[in-house]
């Protein structure tokens, strides 16, 4: 629950300094935080913690991505500074190079050699890469390296 004590303390700052997005976007994250708490029926781990703030910001991701295509720059914008405001608070996500390494490691201990294999492999890639792998690149570059 630390991060939630963090999350927290940064809205109360948030909403002194009358910074409005801010503070709607913080407590958004606590309010999710707090549901997922209340649906437990206990405190949640930091993984758990991590988990829930990856989920929020993958659907601003996507959100984003849709309001694009949609033509809703003012809408792009939000969600972008929101997806910043989320992004300060999980872990620095691996790069490209990282990510490549951890699948070719990953094909050579599965002995994977094609396609089909690929339900064999990415438990194994995002187990290795824990809370820092973003799976669609690993999926990306493990079916390059299948190919």
Do not use: H, W
């Amino acid at each position: 629950m630390k991060l939630f004590k963090t999350i927290q303390s940064d809205m109360y700052q948030a909403m002194k300094a009358k910074d409005a997005i801010k503070s709607k976007t913080l407590r958004v994250v606590l309010a999710k935080l707090k549901d997922k708490k209340i649906e437990k029926r206990e405190d949640l781990s930091e993984a758990e913690e991590l988990k829930l703030l990856q989920t929020l910001a993958k659907q601003r991701k996507e959100s984003i991505t849709m309001f694009r295509n949609g033509g809703r720059d003012d809408l792009v914008e939000l969600e972008s500074k929101e997806l910043q405001i989320i992004e300060q608070y999980l872990p620095k996500m691996m790069t490209d190079e990282e990510i490549k390494n951890i699948v070719k490691n990953s094909i050579e201990e599965t002995g994977a050699q094609s396609l089909a294999d690929v339900g064999k492999v990415m438990p194994i890639i995002m187990k290795k890469g824990a809370s820092k792998i973003d799976g669609k690149k690993a999926q990306l570059f493990l079916r390059e390296l299948l190919q």
